[in-house]
């Protein structure tokens, strides 16, 4: 509670901030907030007469693409081979099923007439296609299957209303509405219910609604579309699938490793209503499988009650998900907000990972994906009977933990309405063993206690192109580093904004490496009279052999206390522009420095420890106090190569050092300005036996060096 309270605080300085990123995520909304399409928005069109161009006549070529229709006045029927219309329509606009529909070879094309319900009656499938069967629906407006009228037989869970296998091709077109609401505890098998099971051979989806079966059975993993088999199938380009509320129980679903793909117009849904275990996912996949989704939309679930859920939206934890366009929104979750990637424990291995891939590395896939972040909430009901609601989740977005996430192109949003941010991660949070590769694309920060982008708690993160922009956290502004691994070699953080760290924050024990790349205009910042430490990177113990600096740049990093300005306090207790560490062993090492605004200590601040020159230029930085580029408060510090020119403080414009030792063996110290000791003010001992001092300015007294007391 106490970090949550302390968030509360800062996001009311950072109201600016966030409301315009907010602003910049969405133009859907007349407040800029971003705007969730729903079930109603993906209406579908009906096929309603039979001057309607027959989708399988053009298709084929056929001649005649408008057919004659035959009047279908059975009850079920297998067909091995031939062309056929039908349709089905009667006075009762009722058709109680009692034998299945099955094409087991040739052409059955089905026209369900405008506001006609089939009801299956059989313990078969109402539709199944096999062999070289194919098997073709099309839905008048209002059109339903269902199995709500069977209380006697049970469908025996493979499928329960289509199936295709042994290679059999079926087509959905138009408006039917597929449901099938079970009260009578009929599913027997794990895995295989829902209303289609594509097993071997291919289900295209154009149109129509499916919505997840209910069921009071113990069995799992019902959800519209189940794949069960490694040749199995499913694309979808046009129509809708919406979820139940039972476990598992997500529009799509694997039980063995096969094939679905994403595209068009299609929009799933999660379940969203009460829950006690996790439920709302759109996607599920835990038993291998590439999903691929090139298009269309995906709404996560949103869902109330105790729950520790994972991934409100797209589940991965064994087999491939590539996302290569399309828009995804995330509903609520405990662990990543959108999307969960992870490992399936409990699949007979704890060996199978999952891994996401956001953006493809193909050029000629033009499509880029963009994902919102979901609500960050878990509501738990005290003793006293009172419900409390708390921010104690993790990636607003993504949360990643084994699994691998690459990050190739798209736009990832961190959810941004107040209230329901995550405690760490705004956007995405990496765990245990889990491996982030960010190539491209860009992360759009919000709002955390720690991590306004990122919260990495371990695993490895690596950051080889793409852009960070905004993000807003006490500590760690775009990202916090608590352990793992992390390497900047390339891409850009943009814009963000904490306490400490308004880029980075590297917890003591974290393996950080800049090798490339770019950090600009970063900042801390708060209403309080606090100091605020590190515009952009704050380190709170420094280790120059686990946190190294050989490259990249860091521009504009400032520090700056909005108390200030509305108090009319003019000085701004804020240190170290760029890099704030608090004790320990830093190199810079060809990171460069240039412009910002600091307290004292415009690029570097040290409270205490070693600091190492060799190779890095820090340039045209600016402090209101002590130390326009570096003050060291105490330790050591050794100018082995690089630059130090054209920066402006009081005393010390370009170096001020308190206590310990200053060597200077290589380099250059020139053109800064100060008040007393426009190149140096020193406190300390001077050893220099090699290098260049040279230039400098000060109002007051010495332009190139200010020895303090008696030092050397």
Same mark, same amino acid.
């Given at each position: 509670?106490?970090?949550?309270?302390? !968030?509360?605080?800062?996001?009311?300085?950072?109201?600016?901030?966030?409301?315009?990123?907010?602003?910049?995520?969405?133009?859907?909304?007349?407040?800029?907030?971003?705007?969730?399409?729903?079930?109603?928005?993906?209406?579908?069109?009906?096929? =309603?007469?039979?001057?309607?161009?027959?989708?399988?006549?053009?298709?084929?070529?056929?001649?005649?693409?408008?057919?004659?229709?035959?009047?279908?006045? &059975?009850?079920?029927?297998?067909?091995?081979?031939?062309?056929?219309?039908?349709?089905?329509?009667?006075?009762?606009? +009722? +058709?109680?099923?009692?034998?299945?529909?099955?094409?087991?070879?040739?052409?059955?094309?089905?026209?369900?007439?405008?506001? @006609?319900?089939?009801?299956?009656?059989?313990? *078969?499938?109402?539709?199944?296609?096999?062999?070289?069967?194919?098997?073709?629906?099309?839905?008048?407006?209002?059109?339903?299957?269902?199995? #709500?009228?069977?209380?006697?037989?049970?469908?025996?869970?493979?499928?329960? !209303?289509?199936?295709?296998?042994?290679?059999?091709?079926?087509?959905?077109?138009?408006?039917?509405?597929?449901?099938?609401?079970?009260? =009578?505890?009929?599913?027997?098998? =794990?895995?295989?219910?829902?209303? @289609?099971?594509?097993?071997?051979?291919? !289900?295209?989806?154009?149109?129509?609604?499916?919505?997840?079966?209910? =069921?009071?059975?113990?069995?799992?993993?019902r959800g519209c579309v189940v794949v069960s088999g490694t040749e199995g199938t499913f694309y979808m380009s046009g129509g809708r699938l919406k979820g139940s509320g039972t476990s598992e129980s997500a529009p799509i679903?694997?039980?063995?490793?096969?094939?679905?793909?994403?595209?068009?117009?299609?929009?799933?849904?999660?379940?969203?209503?009460?829950?006690?275990?996790?439920?709302?996912?759109?996607?599920?996949?835990?038993?291998?499988?590439?999903?691929?989704?090139?298009?269309?939309?995906?709404?996560?679930?949103?869902?109330?009650?105790?729950? #520790?859920?994972?991934?409100?939206?797209?589940?991965?934890?064994?087999?491939?998900?590539?996302?290569?366009?399309?828009?995804?929104? /995330?509903?609520?979750?405990?662990?990543?907000?959108?999307?969960?990637?992870?490992?399936?424990?409990?699949?007979?291995?704890?060996?199978?990972?999952?891994?996401?891939?956001?953006?493809?590395?193909?050029?000629?896939?033009?499509?880029?994906?963009?994902?919102?972040?979901?609500?960050?909430?878990?509501?738990?009901t005290e003793t006293d009977g009172t419900t409390v609601t708390e921010r104690v989740s993790n990636g607003g977005a993504i949360y990643v933990v084994y699994g691998t996430l690459n990050i190739n192109k798209g736009n990832?949003?961190?959810?941004?309405q107040t209230g329901y941010e995550p405690n760490k991660g705004g956007a995405i949070y990496l765990s245990t063993s889990g491996t982030i590769n960010m190539k491209g694309g860009t992360i759009h920060g919000g709002t955390?206690?720690?991590?306004?982008?990122?919260?990495?708690?371990?695993?490895?993160?690596?950051?080889?192109?793409?852009?960070?922009?905004?993000?807003?956290?006490?500590? /760690?502004?775009?990202?916090?580093?608590?352990?793992?691994?992390?390497?900047?070699?390339?891409?850009? @953080?943009?814009?963000?904004?904490?306490?400490?760290?308004?880029?980075?924050?590297?917890?003591?024990?974290?393996?950080?490496?800049?090798?490339? /790349?770019?950090?600009?205009?970063?900042?801390? #910042?708060?209403?309080? *009279?606090?100091?605020?430490?590190?515009?952009?990177?704050? !380190?709170?113990?420094?280790?120059?052999?686990?946190?190294?600096?050989?490259?990249?740049?860091?521009?504009?990093?400032?520090?700056?206390?909005?108390?200030?300005?509305?108090?009319?306090?003019?000085?701004? *207790?804020?240190?170290?522009?760029?890099?704030?560490?608090?004790?320990?062993?830093?190199?810079?090492?060809?990171?460069?420095?240039?412009? &910002?605004?600091?307290?004292?200590?415009?690029?570097?601040?040290?409270?205490?420890?070693?600091?190492?020159? #060799?190779?890095?230029?820090?340039?045209?930085?600016?402090?209101?106090?002590?130390?326009?580029?570096?003050?060291?408060?105490?330790?050591?510090?050794?100018?082995?190569?690089?630059?130090?020119?054209?920066?402006?403080?009081?005393?010390?414009?370009?170096?001020?050092?308190?206590?310990?030792?200053?060597?200077?063996?290589?380099?250059?110290?020139?053109?800064?300005?100060?008040?007393?000791?426009?190149? +140096?003010?020193?406190?300390?001992?001077?050893?220099?036996? /090699?290098?260049?001092?040279?230039?400098?300015?000060?109002?007051?007294?010495?332009?190139?060096?200010?020895?303090?007391?008696?030092?050397?």
């Open positions: 509670m106490k970090k949550l309270s302390k !968030l509360l605080s800062v996001c009311a300085v950072l109201a600016l901030l966030i409301a315009c990123a907010a602003l910049s995520v969405s133009a859907d909304g007349n407040d800029g907030t971003v705007v969730v399409p729903s079930w109603e928005n993906f209406a579908q069109t009906g096929f =309603d007469s039979a001057d309607t161009p027959c989708p399988h006549c053009v298709a084929a070529n056929a001649a005649d693409i408008t057919p004659e229709w035959t009047q279908y006045t &059975g009850t079920g029927t297998s067909y091995s081979s031939g062309t056929r219309h039908i349709y089905i329509d009667n006075e009762e606009k +009722l +058709l109680n099923l009692t034998a299945q529909f099955q094409v087991s070879g040739g052409t059955t094309v089905i026209w369900i007439k405008p506001g @006609v319900t089939i009801v299956a009656k059989s313990s *078969e499938n109402a539709f199944r296609a096999s062999g070289s069967g194919n098997l073709w629906i099309l839905g008048g407006t209002g059109s339903v299957v269902t199995g #709500d009228g069977d209380t006697s037989t049970s469908h025996a869970g493979n499928g329960g !209303l289509m199936r295709v296998i042994t290679g059999g091709d079926m087509y959905i077109y138009g408006d039917t509405t597929f449901q099938l609401n079970r009260t =009578d505890n009929k599913v027997t098998t =794990d895995y295989m219910g829902g209303l @289609v099971d594509v097993n071997k051979g291919n !289900l295209y989806m154009y149109g129509g609604s499916m919505i997840g079966p209910i =069921d009071a059975s113990s069995k799992t993993v679903t694997f039980n063995n490793a096969g094939k679905v793909e994403i595209s068009g117009n299609a929009y799933i849904e999660g379940y969203s209503g009460s829950a006690t275990s996790s439920a709302g996912y759109a996607i599920y996949q835990s038993k291998g499988g590439t999903v691929t989704i090139k298009g269309g939309t995906i709404v996560g679930g949103t869902i109330t009650g105790t729950h #520790d859920h994972y991934g409100s939206a797209l589940y991965v934890t064994n087999g491939t998900m590539n996302i290569y366009g399309g828009t995804i929104y /995330g509903g609520s979750s405990k662990y990543g907000g959108t999307i969960y990637v992870g490992r399936n424990s409990s699949n007979g291995t704890t060996t199978a990972t999952g891994t996401l891939n956001i953006g493809s590395t193909d050029a000629s896939i033009t499509t880029s994906p963009t994902i919102y972040g979901g609500k960050m909430l878990v509501t738990a990832i949003y961190a959810n941004t955390a206690t720690t991590g306004g982008a990122i919260h990495q708690y371990a695993g490895t993160l690596n950051i080889s192109g793409g852009t960070i922009n905004g993000g807003a956290a006490p500590e /760690g502004g775009a990202v916090y580093v608590a352990g793992g691994s992390t390497t900047v070699s390339s891409g850009t @953080v943009n814009g963000s904004v904490a306490e400490k760290g308004g880029a980075f924050y590297l917890a003591d024990g974290a393996n950080f490496a800049m090798t490339g /790349g770019s950090v600009n205009g970063c900042s801390v #910042d708060n209403t309080t *009279e606090a100091v605020v430490l590190g515009g952009a990177i704050y !380190l709170e113990n420094a280790n120059a052999e686990t946190m190294t600096f050989t490259g990249g740049t860091i521009t504009g990093g400032t520090t700056h206390r909005s108390a200030n300005e509305t108090a009319g306090i003019t000085k701004l *207790e804020g240190l170290g522009g760029a890099i704030y560490a608090e004790k320990g062993s830093l190199t810079l090492a060809g990171t460069d420095i240039t412009g &910002g605004y600091a307290y004292q200590g415009c690029a570097v601040y040290m409270l205490d420890g070693t600091l190492t020159i #060799d190779g890095s230029d820090i340039t045209n930085t600016k402090s209101a106090s002590y130390g326009g580029a570096i003050r060291m408060k105490a330790g050591t510090m050794n100018m082995v190569s690089g630059t130090v020119s054209g920066n402006t403080g009081t005393r010390g414009g370009g170096i001020y050092m308190d206590n310990g030792t200053l060597t200077i063996s290589g380099g250059t110290i020139s053109d800064n300005t100060g008040t007393r000791g426009g190149n +140096l003010y020193l406190g300390s001992t001077l050893t220099m036996t /090699g290098g260049t001092i040279s230039g400098g300015s000060a109002t007051e007294y010495a332009g190139g060096i200010f020895m303090a007391g008696n030092k050397t």
